[in-house]
């Protein structure tokens, strides 16, 4: 079986997962950049809230390095509360297809658990919890840029989506 026909797979999973939307894009749109970690640090009320977020996270650096090996992704559009399953599944069903070094990513701080552990102690979730993107340099506004998809700030008073990634190698 080829990447494509895995990919395609994919994509019919994400929609039979009730995903909003899901768009099979190369890895090369993925738009990166280490600034994301001030994000971050100066301004977001997750920082070090989280062990899916900063500092606990590689550092966009880091990651830089392990996205270039990545050819392909799944962009999933999802409501928010069935990001955390979905992307789980989906990366799960990757490995499923071969792609053992499948990695989903969520959008924003991690919810799974209503507080996270104290520094220093094991996730209680680990087989669920997935870094946010934008943790690791995705900038995911000029990435739905690349790929054809306008994308605005919500205003707080609409439903809202968010998206999210699965990786594939």
């Known amino acids: 079986m080829t990447i494509e026909q895995d990919m395609d797979k994919l ?5 039979d997962k009730e995903a909003v939307s899901a768009q099979i894009i190369p890895a090369d749109e993925i738009a990166h950049d280490e600034r994301t970690l001030y994000k971050c640090r100066y301004g977001c009320p997750a920082y070090g809230r989280y062990l899916t977020c900063p500092p606990y996270t590689p550092s966009p650096a880091e990651f830089a390095v392990a996205l270039r090996k990545y050819k392909w992704a799944l962009m999933i559009e ?4 069935d990001m955390d399953s979905l992307v789980v599944a989906l990366e799960h069903e990757a490995m499923r297809l071969g792609h053992y070094l499948a990695l989903g ?3 924003g701080p991690c919810l799974l658990c209503p507080e996270c552990v104290p520094p220093g102690e094991p996730c209680r979730e680990p087989q669920k919890a997935r870094p946010s993107m934008e943790a690791l340099g995705i900038l995911v506004f000029d ?3 690349n790929i054809g998809i306008e994308q605005k700030l919500s205003t707080g008073t609409e439903k809202f ?5 699965v990786l594939v190698e």
């Open 143 to 145: 990435t739905l840029n």
């Open 161 to 165: 989506t968010v998206r999210c990634l």
């Open 105 to 107: 990513l969520k959008a």
């Open 11 to 15: 994509l019919a999973y994400a929609k």
């Open 78 to 81: 999802a409501n928010p509360e």
